[in-house]
């Protein structure tokens, strides 16, 4: 990875995205440009550091990377934010899905959501703060074709230790439609691990019955996964769970970060990624 795009208002501190998309820059020497996104701050409340003040104190914290650069206010309006980072040959999207007390109306989802549907670059939607790096990793499957691009950029986190490749039947589905299921994901798996010799990390099949949310829930609970793993598709996939506002105000709250790819883009950037440990050092 050689250009990677923040798009923050940089209103929290610490803004969540700034410091992954610093520690994802750091990782790959990579040029980092910082979008910034006009905030909705309530009166009265402080305002972080000039770009300038940022950019010194990340020069200290990451001086691996490659260069910093910070835009003018630009509004949070997702062609806006595609159209600058499609410009800027990045591959690979960083916003903070962290809710911003101190703003107006600060649903940041909504717009994660706008930006990965008209992306052709997948977006890293951030949650909480930096951990170290994403060791287990929970890819969300749809089927066939769809199912490998997202096990494959899964599989682009140089950090993952492991991976659940995770698939949802109807919940009308018999045992022996579950049997049939997870065979199939099974193949699914072994051709994108084929086509992929450098991976040695093992990926786990579960399909589990059950509409796409509540398979998410139901294994997020119980895998505690660093890093969800889906798509964007017009009628299937992630695209189901953001019809549903009432899911989609969960997500905003649920305390995971969610890299999401755009499978209808014909042109989609699949990039790796390393991420750094707590002493900013590449994991092997």
Not at 254 to 273: G, H, K, S, Y
Request: hydrophobic letters at 45%; aromatic letters at 4%.
């Amino acid at each position: 990875m050689h250009q990677l795009v923040v798009a923050s208002d940089l209103a929290l501190d610490p803004d969540v995205a700034f410091e992954r998309g610093c520690e994802i820059a750091a990782a790959n020497c990579a040029d980092l440009h910082v979008l910034r996104l006009r905030d909705r701050l309530r009166r009265g409340t402080p305002r972080r550091p000039s770009p300038q003040i940022l950019a010194e104190e990340v020069g200290r914290r990451f001086p691996c990377i490659g260069s910093l650069s910070f835009s003018e206010p630009m509004p949070a309006q997702a062609a806006e934010i595609v159209k600058k980072a499609e410009m800027l040959g990045a591959e690979l999207i960083v916003m903070r899905n962290a809710i911003d007390p101190n703003q107006i109306n600060d649903r940041p989802f909504d717009l994660i959501v706008d930006v990965a549907r008209q992306a052709s670059i997948p977006v890293l939607a951030v949650q909480a703060e930096s951990a170290g790096p994403y060791k287990r990793l929970l890819a969300l499957l749809d089927e066939e074709e769809d199912a490998r691009h997202v096990l494959d950029l899964a599989l682009q986190i140089k950090s993952a230790s492991e991976v659940y490749a995770v698939h949802a039947c109807s919940k009308r589905t018999t045992a022996q439609g579950l049997a049939i299921a997870l065979e199939a994901l099974k193949r699914v798996i072994a051709t994108t691990l084929a086509a992929r010799p450098d991976v040695a990390i093992p990926v786990v099949p579960v399909v589990r019955p059950g509409d796409l949310a509540s398979v998410l829930i139901e294994q997020w609970s119980a895998l505690h996964p660093d890093l969800i793993v889906a798509s964007t598709h017009r009628h299937r996939g992630f695209e189901a769970i953001f019809r549903r506002s009432h899911v989609a105000d969960l997500l905003e709250i649920m305390p995971f970060d969610l890299l999401v790819t755009n499978l209808e883009a014909a042109d989609r950037v699949a990039p790796t990624i390393p991420v750094v440990d707590h002493q900013h050092r590449t994991p092997a």
